[in-house]
């Protein structure tokens, strides 16, 4: 059975043994299969990529409803990249879920998957998340009742669905932000020759909307402006490479506004750049009735590849922009590539093939921040923990997964959360309490939530140097009750703080605390780490029973956050 395999099978299983006996099912899960006909496909025989967004839409909004109770709607849909083609004779399998339940938004977690019915084999396609909104009723605006997870897997969507809320609510302003920073140092556009020009593959399409293209709400479906837009940009590619492209992914979009049965939809679509095997397209959906003036409903990028009989991408001409506009478009394609490149090493790949240090710059910033504050949900999300040792209510927990060894310790303050999240936030303070801390400096603030931080330690060894590490810090406050305030630790990478002959280059895969408010005035901290050859040697006597060193550190920090907590109490809350 291939990796792809073991997914599908995996993210399939949506029943549940649950621990007295009963089996369990999401109560918001919706499930589509259909078999792809040739009039569901393209001239080569594959599923067209707009049908299967037409019934990924329509799956997870029924799903979004059923959680609802009343008619949802698309507002937006997160990066999608399509790891396979589809052929005719396959059933595509399409399961929805609610992850997480917001004021009146929610996310759907969208699986999709290929079934070969003569094999019985299955795969992964695509996994997705859309945000639905809840329209209102007659008495008003909708307040959504809460996900309850009840498995694993569905406590870790849950708790990281808010980080990715997180994401999509700054998402615009920091792509906006750094194209204009990326692009101002492109320069001029580099000329090619035989350079297609860009004019060439721009295409106009106009759309009726008609009572089949809406959904009961008379509201024209997300998906089919999804099919529409896909198709204009398929012939735009198609013009650039005079070959038939494949659509490889769609960046995070937003739906700007509704259309509504009787609206006319202008699609546009243009080839922004060509690299060496992959193309940008960008499309645009503005809707009209009468002599209105054209509404914005959509905009999208999309990445295109051509195949060839090996299915191995081939070598694209290169685009020749228009001026002004297109030399823009060109530039800022540039820029999102690097950017949906980022996040992909960084977010997509598995831990054994991403480095544990990541060079840090503003473009992956959002994404780094993203990656750590999951990995620590991740971790806390684990229900397999083993009690290696307690002392005086101090636990020291391991979990040893994939020759990866993670440790935990857990304790309770008598500090009210927030208190204890805000010290705790402040890694300069750490040596007040933490043996391992030797050094702390801020070496850049790079938001609100996020700081670059030098951190030295101490030799463990006679004779031995002592080991640095470039941390970035990434805090959280809840979302709602039922999180908890995190801080979460990795390591990256900094031009301007090199390894130097004092200190051994140390790394940090993930690390961090989760803080619990069980009360006005009981806090539960847990700290995780889990484990590189760096860290182990301050830990292998603890997690061996030989010492109780953690105990020592944590009755410490115990003892740093009862001293310290008044000292907040006089600070304004705007500080706070």
Same mark, same amino acid.
């Given at each position: 059975?291939?990796?792809?395999? %073991?997914?599908?099978d ?16 999401? #109560?918001?899960?919706v499930?589509?299969?259909?078999i792809?006909? #040739?009039?569901h496909?393209n $001239?080569?025989?594959?599923?067209s990529?707009?049908?299967?967004? @037409? ?8 799903? =979004? ?5 009343c ?21 595509? !399998?399409?399961?929805?879920? *609610? !992850?997480? =339940?917001?004021t ?19 795969w ?9 909104v =809840? ?9 959504? %009742? ?9 406590q ?39 350079? *297609? ?14 009572p089949?293209?809406? !959904? ?23 013009r650039?490479?005079?070959?038939h ?29 060509a ?15 009468? &002599?209105?003036?054209?509404?914005? /409903? ?13 299915r191995? #991408? ?31 090493? /960084?977010i ?5 093939? *991403? ?14 921040s993203? !990656? ?20 005086? @209510? ?8 994939? $020759?990866?060894?993670?440790?935990k310790?857990e ?11 805000i ?13 391992h801390?030797?050094?702390?400096? *801020?070496? @850049? ?19 031995? @140097? &002592?080991k ?8 959280? %406050? #809840?979302c ?16 301007? $703080? ?7 280059r140390?790394?940090?895969v993930?690390? &961090?605390?989760t803080?619990?408010?069980?009360s ?5 901290i847990?700290?995780?780490?889990q ?13 061996? &029973? ?31």
């Amino acid at each position: 059975m291939t990796s792809d395999e %073991k997914a599908a099978d995996t993210m399939l299983g949506s029943l549940c043994i649950q621990e007295n006996g009963e089996v369990y099912r999401n #109560p918001t899960e919706v499930q589509m299969s259909q078999i792809v006909m #040739p009039c569901h496909a393209n $001239h080569c025989g594959e599923l067209s990529v707009g049908q299967l967004l @037409k019934w990924m839409d329509s799956t997870a909004c029924l799903s =979004a409803e059923r959680h609802a109770g009343c008619s949802c709607i698309t507002a937006s849909v997160d990066d999608i990249h399509f790891e396979h083609t589809i052929e005719v004779g396959k059933v595509v !399998n399409i399961i929805a879920k *609610v !992850n997480r =339940a917001f004021t009146s938004s929610m996310e759907v977690g969208i699986l999709v998957t290929c079934e070969d019915l003569y094999t019985d084999r299955q795969w992964k396609v695509c996994h997705a998340f859309a945000t639905f909104v =809840a329209r209102r009723t007659e008495a008003g605006k909708v307040q959504l %009742k809460q996900v309850i997870p009840h498995t694993q897997m569905e406590q870790m969507e849950y708790s990281l669905a808010a980080e990715r809320r997180r994401m999509r609510l700054i998402h615009a302003e920091i792509i906006t932000d750094l194209l204009s920073s990326s692009t101002a140092q492109l320069g001029e556009c580099q000329e090619y020759q035989d350079a *297609v020009p860009a004019e060439r593959t721009r295409v106009e399409s106009v759309e009726l909307v008609l009572p089949p293209h809406a !959904n009961h709400q008379v509201s024209t479906f997300g998906g089919q402006i999804m099919a529409w837009m896909e198709n204009v940009a398929t012939i735009a590619a198609s013009r650039l490479c005079n070959a038939h492209p494949t659509l490889r992914s769609i960046d995070m979009f937003h739906f700007r506004g509704p259309s509504h049965i009787g609206d006319r939809l202008v699609l546009k679509a243009i080839v922004n750049n060509a690299f060496k095997h992959s193309m940008e397209v960008g499309v645009c959906a503005e809707a009209y009735q009468g &002599g209105e003036p054209l509404r914005h /409903i959509n905009s999208a990028f999309m990445t295109f590849e051509v195949l060839d009989s090996d299915r191995k #991408p081939c070598t694209l001409p290169r685009i020749r922009p228009e001026p002004v506009d297109g030399k823009r478009r060109y530039q800022e394609a540039i820029a999102r590539r690097k950017i949906r490149l980022d996040r992909k090493y /960084i977010i997509s790949c598995k831990k054994t093939e *991403v480095s544990l240090s990541v060079p840090w710059d503003p473009s992956n910033q959002m994404y780094l921040s993203y !990656n750590s504050v999951s990995a620590l949900k991740l971790m806390d999300t684990r229900n397999n923990w083993v009690l290696t040792t307690e002392k005086n @209510k101090v636990r020291l927990y391991t979990l040893e997964e994939n $020759h990866m060894l993670c440790f935990k310790v857990e304790m309770y303050v008598s500090v009210p959360a927030e208190q204890t999240f805000i010290l705790l936030s402040d890694l300069t303070r750490r040596k007040e309490w933490d043996p391992h801390y030797e050094e702390c400096e *801020v070496i @850049k603030q790079a938001d609100e939530d996020d700081t670059l931080y030098r951190v030295a330690t101490p030799c463990v060894s006679r004779g031995g @140097k &002592g080991k640095d590490f470039i941390l970035l810090a990434s805090r959280r %406050k #809840p979302c709602d009750s039922s999180d908890p305030y995190l801080i979460a630790l990795r390591s990256v990478t900094l031009p301007t $703080h090199p390894p130097t002959e004092d200190y051994t280059r140390g790394e940090v895969v993930c690390a &961090g605390f989760t803080i619990w408010e069980e009360s006005s005035f009981v806090t539960k901290i847990t700290y995780y780490n889990q484990a590189t050859p760096g860290v182990l040697p301050y830990i292998s006597t603890d997690i061996a &029973g030989l010492s109780s060193s953690f105990y020592s550190a944590f009755s410490a920090c115990s003892q740093f956050l009862e001293n310290n907590k008044d000292s907040l109490a006089a600070l304004p809350p705007s500080t706070l």
